[in-house]
């Protein structure tokens, strides 16, 4: 069996890892195309060394632009990616430009496609990601689920034949990612503050950085919080106060450039709590068992919420209120999986080529 993973984004390259190292494993030969839509190396390229994944196969460089434009690159460069290399399988991973463009690359040349992490909805159509994730599933071959929530989602939308559970890839990665921290001393994260005495934040999402009144409001309310917040400071957020005049460094807040992925796992684990608009990161927050506060109206990972350990604020005093509030009751819930889903994504591909 041959596959195609295509990835292009901090969070598919966190996804990429397990599953990289399952076809391996399985004797899958995979090829690996990295579209680029991340290009800084802190969200890139590191990625691929601390997460010990080959490197790419092939690179289309599309580097930054409007989601036309980036998602258009894409598909004309795939073409021939996949006229090369005949692969049994496209994986499409996650809700970004480089996922849309998989699917219709791979539809438009009859090449069966997976998605990895299928079924998630925040039902907000403002969101790029709401139309990425929905039109992948409906044009894909296999709708590889992370929860029974996601799966629902698929019943409901009449793709349940061709949809299964496998668990969250994220959460396999999280796991050994965690093991290999518990020997990381504090100093090592040059964060400036001791565990347990700060707050880290994440905020990307162009609902909250491109309105200049909403940035505003959500920085103002992290350089109040009563701990200091450490935010790292995604490029988009750095553009976007710098071109609206919003400081980022000032009361409680002090921007921190991007981390490795061992080293965000490891100031999670140390932190006295997350805020975020980040997906990804209010999942990593509850397998931790870290409070989150996610800055948005909804979210995709509900059971984070329905057990407590996630709160969704969006003005500055739901922000504050969250943030401070009770340590959520503990849980043994595991919605996420055992850690074991990108064994299941390899099996599943292949029991359904030979189907």
Not at 74 to 93: F, G, K, N, S, T
Not at 115 to 136: C, D, K
Not at 229 to 248: C, D, K, M, N
């Amino acid at each position: 069996m041959k596959i195609v993973s295509v990835v292009g984004a901090r969070p598919q390259f966190v996804k990429l890892a397990p599953v990289a190292s399952a076809a391996a494993e399985a004797g899958v030969e995979h090829v690996i195309v990295h579209t680029g839509q991340h290009y800084d190396p802190l969200l890139s390229d590191v990625f691929f060394e601390d997460l010990a994944i080959p490197q790419p196969t092939v690179h289309l460089g599309v580097g930054s632009g409007s989601h036309g434009v980036q998602t258009g690159a894409m598909l004309a460069a795939m073409d021939a990616v996949l006229d090369e290399h005949q692969p049994d399988w496209v994986i499409a991973y996650g809700d970004t430009n480089s996922t849309i463009a998989a699917a219709l690359s791979a539809v438009k040349l009859h090449v069966p496609l997976a998605h990895l992490e299928a079924g998630l909805r925040s039902f907000n159509r403002r969101m790029p990601e709401e139309h990425n994730r929905v039109l992948t599933d409906h044009a894909a071959d296999l709708c590889l689920a992370p929860t029974e929530v996601a799966l629902r989602h698929l019943n409901a939308e009449g793709l349940g034949e061709r949809s299964l559970v496998v668990g969250d890839v994220m959460t396999d990665v999280l796991f050994r990612v965690r093991e290999a921290n518990s020997a990381m001393p504090d100093d090592e994260l040059l964060l400036g503050a001791p565990a347990g005495g700060y707050y880290l934040a994440t905020i990307h999402r162009a609902d909250n950085t491109d309105d200049p009144d909403r940035l505003a409001t959500i920085v103002d309310s992290l350089a109040a919080l009563d701990r200091p917040v450490i935010i790292v400071a995604h490029p988009r957020l750095v553009s976007r106060a710098a071109e609206f005049g919003i400081r980022l460094e000032r009361g409680s807040l002090t921007p921190h450039s991007p981390l490795r992925y061992p080293q965000l796992v490891a100031a999670v684990q140390r932190s006295a709590g997350v805020v975020t608009d980040s997906g990804g990161l209010q999942k990593e927050a509850f397998l931790l068992r870290v409070p989150c506060t996610t800055v948005r109206t909804e979210t995709e990972w509900v059971e984070t919420v329905d057990l407590g350990w996630n709160l969704l604020a969006t003005t500055a005093e739901e922000i504050a209120a969250a943030v401070s509030r009770p340590l959520p009751r503990p849980t043994d819930s595991a919605p996420y999986g055992d850690g074991r889903a990108a064994e299941r994504v390899i099996a599943a591909l292949a029991n359904h080529r030979a189907a």
